[in-house]
């Protein structure tokens, strides 16, 4: 097998001024990620998620145990630049990460950052400004945009950099159902195209293309493994506060009334195809 | 306490070339008791209207009323009457402490001692917090939705007539989300609260809201009862929404069974349906 992307060694992690029994906030995590994957990372809230993903690209690293992005340490800051390159990130709320008042410079300050050469910072401006249909607000104040035009104009200011992981950590929350669509067909065309991607969300239905699921609890990997697997495991849902898609549970219920459908429906098309044939 | 908007209007950034208009000429009353849903894409002015009902933005032109007193500058709005969750209410969490937080509103009301004790643990568990093991912790040192859980109990604290929430249930896990929502129901049932709800879930919306208004570039483009305006896909689509999966599923039914079924609204409906048509066989 291939050098993993993302590995992980019995890592843990404690904010410095937690106290009493909530002090770790990841525990032990030992895995591997391997380039070109899709990963649902899933959980209850304060559960470790993001705390998880911040570990991902350096932005905090363990206090036991080693992290390696594309080979490098995570531990040692003189990766940190490079590891960030590696690494890109979306976090849940785009005010958090835009920092420019233009939505040009914003998608700028990455590039300018990587010490590129004027004329590739702006090829690259034009080129993400098109995928990303942000051409039209280059001018605008970022802070005055929608929250769907903001987190694309994240997203675009992300992959500027060329990462080849991307973590989203709960990126379209705060999107209505057609910016949050969008969103999903730009990260699906990034992932087709070889990036690695892990994706934070509440949602399930957001992880159609997950093919691997990570469920943590109190910090611990409580689960690694298919997608279908983990929503067939009611007890383990349960004590992780999520619930499986709509076309799970009516197979389920349907199952329970005596008709079984296999395989287990993901999605509603599935479940419609299974049945009427 | 009933709410009535009267031909409101308000821009941002006015007098720029960037000025948006948020709301244009919106009148819409909201019954005390009532719950009622609010959707719209991102930007359509639903935020906007739960500020100017709760009256914390003031419109540019058309008028407020809190139960037929028009607010002007001078109203002073008593505290507990409304209860405001924005947006990103993480943003407002202040204090030491969970259970200081959750009780400042309670304690303005003159709260204190046992009796402000049982409403912040009250409060707490309507958002599904284990009051002991929250109650002295920081409310910097939690998760993004374990902040916005803290910053909901706070709201609900002081358990006001008027409940405007902007996406309640944004960030927070399944589990808690279907609890709320459930919490919000009992709350509405047993005590009469008036609830105004920005959603984006119509599968949220569905179990919630009995009536439904859609918001389109500032303006009220529907307003209807929330069961029949949610099984209308296409009308939905219009707006930016997304049916709700049931819906969705007897549209895909449809089309594979090659006769109209029925839209509904009900996960056990749903089920039942299906095994109408297993029990069919094949082509239904």
């Known amino acids: 097998m291939e050098q993993p992307i993302i590995s992980l060694k019995n890592v843990s992690y404690a904010y410095p001024h937690a106290t009493g029994d909530h002090r770790a906030a990841l525990s032990d995590i030992t895995l591997d990620i391997q380039e070109g994957d899709f990963i649902g990372l899933v959980g209850a809230n ?5 705390t998880l993903a911040r570990m991902l690209n350096a932005l905090l690293v363990p206090v036991e145990g080693e992290i390696r992005v594309d080979g490098m340490l995570t531990s040692d800051k003189a990766n940190h630049d490079r590891i960030r390159e590696t690494a890109g990130m979306v976090f849940q709320n785009p005010d958090s990460q835009i920092v420019a008042t233009s939505v040009e410079d914003d998608i700028a300050f990455g590039l300018e950052n990587l010490g590129l050469p004027v004329e590739e910072i702006e090829r690259r401006i034009a080129d993400v400004a098109r995928r990303f249909d942000v051409a039209d607000l280059l001018e605008r104040e970022p802070h005055w945009l929608s929250g769907g035009q903001k987190q694309r104009v994240v997203l675009a200011g992300v992959v500027a950099i060329k990462p ?3 973590i989203l950590d709960e990126p379209t929350s705060m999107l209505d159902p057609r910016s949050r669509r969008q969103f999903h067909s730009l990260v699906k065309d990034l992932w087709r195209g070889g990036v690695t991607v892990i994706y934070i969300t509440q949602l399930m239905d957001e992880l159609a293309l997950a093919d691997r699921m990570l469920a943590l609890d109190a910090g611990r990997v409580v689960f690694d493994g298919k997608p279908l697997d983990i929503f067939s495991n009611d007890e383990l849902l349960e004590r992780i506060s999520l619930e499986a898609p709509l076309a799970v549970r009516l197979a389920r219920t349907l199952a329970r009334r005596g008709c079984k459908l296999r395989p287990v429906p993901l999605t509603l098309g599935q479940l419609v195809e299974e049945i009427c044939g | 306490m009933r709410i009535e908007l009267n031909d409101i209007s308000l821009s941002f950034q006015p007098g720029t070339p960037f000025a948006v208009k948020a709301l244009d000429g919106v009148s819409l009353a909201v019954r005390p008791g009532e719950r009622l849903g609010i959707a719209g894409s991102t930007g359509s002015g639903k935020s906007t209207l739960l500020g100017v009902m709760a009256g914390i933005l003031r419109p540019a032109a058309g008028r407020v009323l ?6 002007s500058r001078k109203t002073r709005l008593r505290p507990g009457r409304i209860g405001l ?6 943003n407002c969490l202040f204090e030491k402490t969970v259970f200081d937080d959750v009780a400042f509103a309670p304690r303005r009301m003159g709260l204190e001692g046992e009796l402000l004790g049982r409403r912040v643990m009250w409060a707490l568990g309507c958002v599904g917090l284990d009051a002991a093991a929250y109650a002295s912790r920081e409310p910097f040192s939690l998760s993004v939705g374990e902040q916005r859980r803290v910053a ?14 902007d996406e309640p249930t944004a960030y927070l896990d399944p589990a808690t989300r279907r609890d709320l929502l459930g919490r919000l129901l009992a709350m509405n049932g047993e005590r009469g609260t008036t609830m105004v709800v920005v959603g984006h879930d119509m599968d949220e919306l569905a179990v919630f809201a009995e009536r439904l208004v859609i918001m389109d570039d500032g303006r009220v483009a529907i307003d209807g009862p929330a069961d029949k305006l949610l099984k209308d896909e296409a009308l939905l689509e219009r707006y930016g929404l997304e049916a709700p ?9 449809s089309s594979c069974a090659g006769r109209e079924v029925a839209a509904v609204l009900d996960e056990e409906e749903a089920a039942n349906l299906l095994q109408g048509i297993i029990g069919r066989g094949p082509g239904g």
């Open chain 2, 85 to 90: 969750g924005l947006q990103s209410p993480e």
């Open chain 2, 245 to 253: 999966g049931t819906v969705a599923l007897c549209r895909l039914l």
């Open chain 2, 152 to 165: 909901l109990a706070g709201v609900i604290a002081p358990e006001p007539e008027v409940l405007l929430l």
């Open chain 1, 164 to 166: 080849r992981i991307l």
């Open chain 2, 66 to 71: 809190h139960d037929g007193q028009a607010l």
């Open chain 1, 46 to 50: 304060g559960s470790g998620k993001s």
